[in-house]
């Protein structure tokens, strides 16, 4: 008997493999794409089902400072050093000698804040301040022995002639009116310059006390 012309002639016998399955594409296996890492603000944010953590490095500001703090300090033990070995560095009167030796210390005390800002510490940020504010003090209280042309005169550093016109010129205090300006505005923009880690939001400084 012939086959039926309308018999498809390319249906699988039995026994006869099947064509392979074609897989689709199924979303919720295919793996996520990589998310970047956003450098800024240290905040988590969500993108999806996948968190990104945003970081930041710590600002360098209290490094940059804490050296700059350990180098003037540096500069001002070699400055009283060098007035001790001058000539008539003893002939200084006491008080002056006094300030100087409590300026060696200070400036040994900024040395060890500005170690302790090298290493993100609060601390040496508040031990520098604190020196500069007792130097400020300390240097206004030595300009006004400094200026005492009376005892200068009796002490014979100075000669009759100087000291007429020394008191001639200063009559009424102007030296040490300016020498007191001149001395709160350069420790104010110092303690403003160390100041400077407090204004940066991601300073990196420690929670550290100085007292305490």
């Not at 006094?98 to 609060?122: C, H, K, P, T």
């Not at 550093?157 to 200063?170: G, K, M, P, V, W």
């Amino acid at each position: 008997m012939e086959p039926s012309p309308w018999d498809d002639e390319n249906e699988p016998k039995p026994g006869q493999d099947a064509p392979p399955s074609t897989n689709l594409w199924n979303p919720a296996e295919a793996q996520p794409a990589q998310q970047p890492m956003i450098m800024g603000a240290p905040v988590q944010q969500q993108f999806g089902h996948q968190p990104i953590m945003i970081t930041q490095a710590p600002s360098s500001s209290p490094k940059v400072i804490g050296v700059l703090v350990i180098v003037f300090a540096v500069l001002n033990i070699l400055g009283e050093l060098l007035g001790f070995l001058g000539p008539g560095a003893f002939k200084r009167p006491a008080l002056l000698i006094a300030a100087s030796v409590l300026g060696l210390g200070l400036s040994g005390a900024s040395i060890a804040g500005g170690v302790m800002m090298f290493n993100y510490q609060r601390r040496g940020l508040i031990l520098v301040c604190l020196v500069i504010l007792v130097s400020t003090i300390i240097q206004i209280g030595a300009l006004q022995i400094a200026v005492d042309y009376d005892q200068l005169y009796e002490d014979g550093d100075l000669t009759e002639e100087e000291y007429n016109a020394l008191s001639e010129i200063d009559d009424g205090g102007l030296v040490q009116a300016i020498g007191t300006v001149f001395v709160v505005i350069c420790n104010g923009v110092c303690l403003g310059i160390v100041a400077i880690p407090l204004m940066v939001s991601n300073n990196g400084l420690d929670d550290s006390k100085l007292f305490g």
